[in-house]
Protein backbone atom coordinates (compact mmCIF):
# COMPACT_ATOMS: atom_id res chain seq x y z
CA UNK A 1 0.00 0.00 0.00
CA UNK A 2 1.79 3.32 -0.85
CA UNK A 3 2.34 6.18 1.94
CA UNK A 4 -0.67 8.51 0.49
CA UNK A 5 -3.30 5.94 0.29
CA UNK A 6 -2.44 5.39 3.99
CA UNK A 7 -2.44 9.22 4.65
CA UNK A 8 -5.97 8.91 3.07
CA UNK A 9 -6.99 6.28 4.70
CA UNK A 10 -6.24 7.47 8.40
CA UNK A 11 -7.65 11.25 7.58
CA UNK A 12 -10.92 9.53 6.33
CA UNK A 13 -11.09 7.47 9.35
CA UNK A 14 -10.19 10.46 11.52
CA UNK A 15 -13.08 12.68 9.47
CA UNK A 16 -15.74 10.35 9.94
CA UNK A 17 -15.08 9.91 13.37
CA UNK A 18 -15.33 13.36 14.02
CA UNK A 19 -18.63 13.90 11.42
CA UNK A 20 -20.48 10.95 13.76
CA UNK A 21 -19.67 12.48 16.64
CA UNK A 22 -19.95 16.34 16.66
CA UNK A 23 -21.75 17.27 13.07
CA UNK A 24 -24.63 14.26 13.02
CA UNK A 25 -27.60 14.16 15.47
CA UNK A 26 -28.90 10.35 14.45
CA UNK A 27 -28.64 8.19 18.04
CA UNK A 28 -27.89 5.22 16.08
CA UNK A 29 -25.03 6.87 15.75
CA UNK A 30 -24.16 7.12 19.54
CA UNK A 31 -21.01 5.51 20.74
CA UNK A 32 -20.08 4.61 17.16
CA UNK A 33 -16.59 3.97 16.34
CA UNK A 34 -14.67 3.94 12.70
CA UNK A 35 -12.14 0.89 13.20
CA UNK A 36 -10.45 1.30 9.54
CA UNK A 37 -11.11 2.28 6.23
CA UNK A 38 -9.40 0.40 3.15
CA UNK A 39 -8.93 2.70 0.02
CA UNK A 40 -8.36 1.55 -3.24
CA UNK A 41 -4.82 2.05 -5.04
CA UNK A 42 -6.76 4.42 -7.34
CA UNK A 43 -8.60 6.34 -4.45
CA UNK A 44 -12.42 5.79 -6.26
CA UNK A 45 -13.96 3.47 -3.53
CA UNK A 46 -13.39 2.96 0.34
CA UNK A 47 -14.45 0.72 2.55
CA UNK A 48 -15.06 1.95 6.40
CA UNK A 49 -15.71 -0.63 8.60
CA UNK A 50 -17.63 0.43 11.84
CA UNK A 51 -18.57 -0.82 15.02
CA UNK A 52 -20.54 -0.05 18.63
CA UNK A 53 -19.42 0.14 21.00
CA UNK A 54 -22.11 -1.23 23.31
CA UNK A 55 -23.87 -3.54 20.99
CA UNK A 56 -24.05 -5.23 17.78
CA UNK A 57 -27.57 -5.99 18.22
CA UNK A 58 -28.51 -3.53 15.64
CA UNK A 59 -26.11 -3.40 13.40
CA UNK A 60 -28.25 -4.07 10.16
CA UNK A 61 -30.40 -0.76 10.65
CA UNK A 62 -26.99 1.01 11.71
CA UNK A 63 -25.59 0.28 8.59
CA UNK A 64 -28.29 1.10 6.47
CA UNK A 65 -28.63 4.24 8.11
CA UNK A 66 -25.12 4.99 7.26
CA UNK A 67 -25.85 3.70 3.76
CA UNK A 68 -28.39 6.19 3.40
CA UNK A 69 -26.37 8.77 4.53
CA UNK A 70 -22.92 8.55 2.57
CA UNK A 71 -23.99 11.53 0.55
CA UNK A 72 -23.93 13.31 3.53
CA UNK A 73 -20.81 11.77 4.66
CA UNK A 74 -19.05 12.07 1.31
CA UNK A 75 -19.93 16.11 1.08
CA UNK A 76 -17.92 16.52 4.52
CA UNK A 77 -15.33 14.78 3.75
CA UNK A 78 -15.37 16.81 0.19
CA UNK A 79 -14.72 19.94 2.34
CA UNK A 80 -11.84 18.30 4.09
CA UNK A 81 -10.22 15.98 1.77
CA UNK A 82 -7.86 17.49 -0.38
CA UNK A 83 -8.53 14.65 -3.73
CA UNK A 84 -9.92 15.73 -6.92
CA UNK A 85 -12.57 13.06 -6.82
CA UNK A 86 -13.77 12.13 -3.04
CA UNK A 87 -14.03 7.94 -2.97
CA UNK A 88 -17.07 6.10 -2.90
CA UNK A 89 -18.16 4.72 0.45
CA UNK A 90 -19.57 1.41 1.83
CA UNK A 91 -19.82 0.75 5.27
CA UNK A 92 -19.11 -2.54 6.63
CA UNK A 93 -19.62 -3.63 10.49
CA UNK A 94 -16.35 -4.58 11.80
CA UNK A 95 -16.67 -7.56 14.37
CA UNK A 96 -12.85 -7.74 15.62
CA UNK A 97 -13.57 -6.68 19.09
CA UNK A 98 -16.45 -9.55 19.44
CA UNK A 99 -14.23 -11.91 18.21
CA UNK A 100 -11.28 -10.90 20.95
CA UNK A 101 -12.84 -10.73 23.57
CA UNK A 102 -14.47 -14.05 22.72
CA UNK A 103 -10.73 -15.45 22.23
CA UNK A 104 -9.76 -13.70 25.43
CA UNK A 105 -12.69 -15.96 27.04
CA UNK A 106 -11.83 -18.99 25.45
CA UNK A 107 -8.14 -18.43 26.58
CA UNK A 108 -9.25 -17.66 29.63
CA UNK A 109 -10.87 -21.08 30.22
CA UNK A 110 -8.68 -23.27 28.44
CA UNK A 111 -5.94 -21.49 30.95
CA UNK A 112 -7.64 -22.81 34.06
CA UNK A 113 -6.58 -25.41 36.31
CA UNK A 114 -9.02 -28.31 35.61
CA UNK A 115 -10.47 -29.16 38.53
CA UNK A 116 -9.60 -31.58 41.72
CA UNK A 117 -10.53 -34.85 41.49
CA UNK A 118 -12.93 -36.16 44.81
CA UNK A 119 -10.71 -37.76 47.33
CA UNK A 120 -12.99 -40.85 48.25
CA UNK A 121 -10.44 -42.45 50.77
Do not use: C
Not at 53 to 82: C, M, P
Not at 96 to 102: F, K, N, P
Amino acid sequence: MSHRVERVNQLIREEMSRIMQRDVRDPRFEFLSVNAVETAPDLTFAKIYVSHLTTSENKEEILKALTGAKSYFRGELGKVLTLRHVPELAFYWDDSIERGARLSHLIDVANQPPPEPPNDT
